[in-house]
């Protein structure tokens, strides 16, 4: 038994560390990471608690954070890499460019420079907007500029016809300004009525949308051009458009850029050149080849006693650049020949990957459960394996595979296996999330905009938001992550009808405790354009169930739409009796948001991608609407 038992250990393990190395064909383990500021003076400490001690200070500077323990965020920016508390970052609001001929930017409590005269249509990462300037990061460095200056860019494009004029505003009657080729690459912002706003960094103006060849930005984050040491800066994702300059380093060190979007191989970046006269630095954007730019990948920890040496190239008679103490946190990058590129304070260079431990980080975790007590854990599933150490109660820790009711768990720097009672999900309860729609069910639609894109994305915030602030465990369940699945149509000819029936069906069959909600989302159309908000539920009658799962869903529903009503710009249509098929068919409290008339034009535009802040304050009307009914349900929110 004991040699079986070994043996399906030693499967699981070689399945986990095929699973964590996976390598990724777009973005690897950077995407997973989200941009924010730190807001004022902190200390980035070592591990997830001050017990870690501190590793430095840091203050206002741009990051890349990840991981998120017992209130302690890991994060990575400005040469830096540890824990921080999580209050202190500022999530970042999108990109952003340049809308002015030129703009300066100031730092925060002086009128010094910190960029002077960036040109039209120069990306940064956007921060809020603080009495009438913009609190933005350019280069890695943050500052303000003046908040005109700046707007919202949904992605770059690509004029796709031979020659198309660019118009003064949004409609042929406001006058030619000028035209733009085949080719030509554009920043996208505002659509209106069919029209697009863009900017180049010589012109800005109205095209028709459909003119546009269009790539939304993907999640920005950290890279490093390392081969070679300089590269060209490209005007288009393609050597045709012509250099426009390049990025390299006087001191044959790696350079940091930031990475906006990826296309056919190239990627689009914006880094630091030298130019203009000797010492003086500049910024530059373009595009690079995507193989020169390595993405910040994960965050290892380097195991041995003694120290481990780093060595100059990813080989071992290579020179030796300096050494790693035992259990550091260290950034890794490129992998080449059995080595890793890594980055610990200012030493750079490549360890064996034997000398490392992948931290999990939540990689392909199953979930995230609250320990109900203090847990040991053990080296394998049982305890006849010895122990590492303990995770203290009330600690949030990532799931995996369970085993002979033993489950692999990982918490901060604790990785192992423990008793599967302590940590059961089951205990938890689950929040589902509908998206409305999806696939080729588009929903409701107006002024461009499909009713199954804007839930979507309307989800996706709201789940994190669950994961990142309740006070309550739960577990939270998309019907759709992506535009389409099986329950949608992925593939299959499934109807509208039938993909209804699948939804309340994955609700029923992942069910976890009589706690569970069903939340669906969606907008309406129609209904002589009226603007405003709704919120649905189902009578007793029609669910032909116990009168507390109508009464319930009554209570969940009026408490979302107050939070509706309270937070965003929506009309109160009120709370209102239906006969949904998700409403009707549910086994659980359900209920259905209808977030504005898609063919009203100020509905329409605050669910915009164009106006994300609407999508935001819908999905945190929903989520403390949620977090009132449980409250008012008598759920232990401080638990």
């Known amino acids: 038994m004991k040699q079986i038992m070994k043996l399906s250990l030693a499967v699981f393990v070689c399945m986990l560390i095929i699973l964590t190395h996976q390598p990724s064909d777009r973005v690897d383990a950077a995407e997973q990471g989200k941009n924010g500021k730190i807001t004022q003076a902190a200390n980035m400490y070592k591990g997830p608690g001050k017990s870690f001690g501190v590793q430095s200070q840091v203050d206002s500077i741009l990051v890349t954070y990840y991981q998120t323990v017992n209130g302690w965020t890991y994060t990575v920016g400005n040469n830096s890499q540890g824990w921080v508390w999580g209050e202190f970052i500022q999530p970042a609001e999108g990109v952003g460019i340049v809308s002015n001929v030129g703009a300066n930017v100031y730092s925060y409590s002086e009128d010094w420079l910190v960029d002077n005269a960036l040109k039209q249509s120069s990306s940064f990462v956007m921060f809020n907007e603080e009495k009438d300037w913009r609190n933005v990061s350019v280069g890695g460095r943050t500052g303000r500029i003046w908040g005109e200056f700046a707007t919202k860019s949904s992605g770059i494009g690509t004029i796709n016809i031979p020659q198309v004029n660019l118009y003064n505003g949004a409609g042929k009657a406001t006058g030619i300004k000028g035209s733009l080729s ?47 040491i300089r590269a060209n800066v490209y005007h288009t994702s393609g050597k045709s458009g012509g250099i426009k300059g390049q990025i390299y380093s006087l001191d044959e060190r790696e350079v940091p850029v930031r990475v906006f979007q990826h296309k056919n191989g190239w990627k689009y970046v ?79 260079g490549w360890v064996p990957v034997e000398n490392l431990k992948r931290n999990l980080s939540g990689e392909n975790a199953e979930g995230v459960v609250t320990t109900s007590s203090t847990v040991n854990v053990y080296r394998g599933p049982g305890k006849n394996y010895s122990t590492i150490s303990s995770i203290p109660k009330d600690s949030d820790v990532n799931y995996y595979n369970l085993h002979n009711g033993w489950r692999y768990v990982d918490a901060g720097y604790t990785e192992g296996w423990v008793w599967g009672e302590y940590v059961d999900p089951s205990q938890q309860m689950t929040i589902f999330i509908d998206p409305g ?203």
């Open 182 to 228: 085949e080719g030509r690459e554009v920043k996208l912002t505002e659509l209106k009525n069919g029209w697009r706003h863009i900017y180049t960094e010589e012109q800005e103006g109205w095209i028709w949308d459909e003119f546009i060849s269009k790539t939304p930005y993907g999640a920005v984050y950290e890279g490093m051009l390392i081969n070679p």
């Open 437 to 639: 729609h999806g696939g080729t069910d588009p929903g409701a639609s107006g002024y461009g905009l499909k009713e199954k894109d804007a839930m979507l994305n309307i989800a996706l915030k709201l789940q994190a938001m669950f994961n990142s602030n309740s006070p309550y465990p739960v577990n939270i369940k998309l019907t759709r992550s992506t535009d389409s699945n099986d329950l949608t149509a992925n593939g299959k000819n499934i109807s509208p009808e039938e993909s209804l029936r699948l939804r309340t069906e994955f609700a029923k069959n992942h069910q976890s405790t009589d706690k569970d909600v069903f939340i669906s989302l969606h907008t309406y159309s129609g209904e002589g354009k009226e603007s405003g908000g709704e919120s649905n539920y189902p009578s007793a009658i029609a669910a032909q169930t116990a009168d507390s799962r109508a009464e319930d869903s009554k209570l969940l529903a009026e408490s979302i739409h107050a939070r509706l009503i309270e937070f965003t710009r929506f009309e109160d249509r009120g709370v209102k009796e239906t006969d949904d098929y998700v409403l009707t068919e549910n086994v659980m409290p359900t209920a259905l948001i209808q977030m504005g008339n898609i063919e009203n034009e100020k509905d329409n535009h605050y669910i915009s991608d164009q106006y994300d802040f609407g999508r935001k304050e819908a999905a945190r009307a929903i989520y403390q609407g949620t977090m009132d009914y449980l409250e008012k349900k008598g759920y232990d929110m401080d638990k």
């Open 270 to 348: 914006r880094g630091m050149q030298s130019g203009g006269g000797r010492g003086v630095e500049r910024f530059i954007e373009g595009w690079v080849w995507g193989e020169y730019i390595t993405p910040f990948r994960s965050y290892d920890m380097m195991l041995g006693f003694p120290d481990r040496p780093v060595y100059a190239d990813a080989d071992t008679a290579s020179e030796e650049v300096g050494k790693v103490k035992n259990a550091t946190l260290i950034g890794a990058y490129e992998r080449r020949n059995g080595f890793k590129k890594i980055k610990s304070g200012d030493l750079t």
